[in-house]
């Protein structure tokens, strides 16, 4: 039997578009007329015909599409004692133009508590409609999340004076939500991380300045961060971390190549992949990989997940054969640059078109490597 063991040549960064009956039972489910149990039932039938589909695609991760949630973070962050979301994040995008909105702020108004496993029961569904031969992957979103966007006027003085505590306690947390994951079988999860990417875009760089903090020192301190949230991992546990600029509506939220943080990203960062936007300009070229250390897998991200037209495969194999002078060719694989739907409004695009886009991810990757 072959390996199943991730990251895989032909990969996805997980959330799918979601289906009518899932708009249609969230907005019933906000207003009061469907019950937490209903609501639950509907998602379920929706996941398990969307995991079909998902590994109709030759995908061997399988996600829940993350279906059961309105924004890749928000939902998760808020199962988290201590959390609460209130205004919106500065972009350095024409989003506030063009789609009138940016990003949710996460702020800290209490003691970071981990009360109860927030994903364990949705994994555990994934996991009984996965097909044999498919691996399902848990994406949650970084801890760097409960930071970065509010710095330390973000966290309640009272609760925490000193920040050490802090980044303590949310370590601590993400480990018990890992524990529970890994004592229900999870073998694979993906941290989705903004605040990584952000920190390339001089913008975000000079805001971070602005709040009081060093966007040199930054990336350092997450890195130490996510290893303190990820350092009792068992061996069998791949953690993967994917690095996003946005993506609400097939828009983008930042800029900027990945050389201010590449060097830090690679080497001090304890994880086993990641999943790297690539797909257009503004992430810059492929120098950064030369940082990359020998057993760790760099997921290429140089197929938009924000439009429907398929890249030619030619292209897209002489930006791997381009990535390939940094890196091995061993250690890359081939995915979208983000999911479909990181928020539930999703990207200008049919689920067709979507199902297309992750089939050519897996012909292009089973001519790349076979």
């Given amino acids: 039997m072959t390996s199943l063991t991730p990251p895989f040549r032909a990969e996805h960064v997980g959330s799918f578009l979601r289906p009518p009956a899932i708009h249609e039972a969230r907005d019933q489910w906000r207003r009061g007329e469907l019950s937490d149990e209903a609501l639950r039932e509907i998602s379920d039938r929706e996941i398990a015909a969307m995991v079909a589909k998902q590994a109709a695609t030759g995908m061997r991760s399988i996600t829940d599409g993350e279906f059961r949630r309105d924004w890749f973070h928000l939902d998760f962050m808020q199962g988290l004692g201590g959390i609460t979301v209130e205004g919106n994040i500065e972009s350095t995008s024409d989003s506030d133009e063009t789609v009138h909105m940016t990003p949710p702020r996460i702020t800290v108004t209490g003691k970071l508590t981990h009360d109860r496993p927030i994903q364990v029961a949705d994994y555990e569904f994934l996991a009984g409609v996965t097909p044999e031969g498919c691996l399902p992957k848990v994406a949650i979103p970084s801890p760097t999340m409960a930071h970065f966007r509010g710095g330390r006027a973000g966290i309640d003085i009272e609760s925490y004076p000193d920040l050490d505590p802090f980044f303590d306690d949310l370590a601590q947390v993400y480990r018990d939500e890992l524990a529970a994951l890994y004592a229900a079988g999870c073998r694979y999860v993906q941290l989705d991380d903004t605040n990584l990417a952000y920190l390339c875009d001089p913008g975000m760089r000079q805001g971070a300045i602005d709040r009081g903090d060093d966007p040199d020192e930054l990336p350092r301190m997450y890195a130490h961060l996510i290893n303190e949230a990820i350092k009792e991992r068992p061996d069998d546990l791949t953690v993967g971390v994917h690095l996003c600029r ?125």
């Fill in 246 to 370: 946005g993506n609400f509506r097939s828009t983008h939220f930042a800029s900027g190549g990945y050389e201010p943080v590449a060097e830090v990203l690679f080497n001090e960062l304890d994880v086993d992949a990641y999943f790297l936007e690539y797909d257009d300009e503004r992430s810059g070229d492929f120098a950064p990989l030369r940082f990359v250390p020998k057993g760790k897998h760099v997921v290429l991200g140089v197929i938009t997940s924000k439009f429907p037209v398929l890249e030619p495969k030619d292209e897209i194999k002489a930006r791997i054969d381009e990535a390939a002078q940094y890196t091995d060719l061993d250690q890359l694989c081939l995915s979208p640059q983000c999911g479909f739907s990181s928020t539930i409004h999703g990207n200008v695009m049919t689920e067709d078109e979507q199902w297309a886009k992750l089939r050519h991810v897996v012909e292009i990757a089973d001519e790349v490597w076979g």
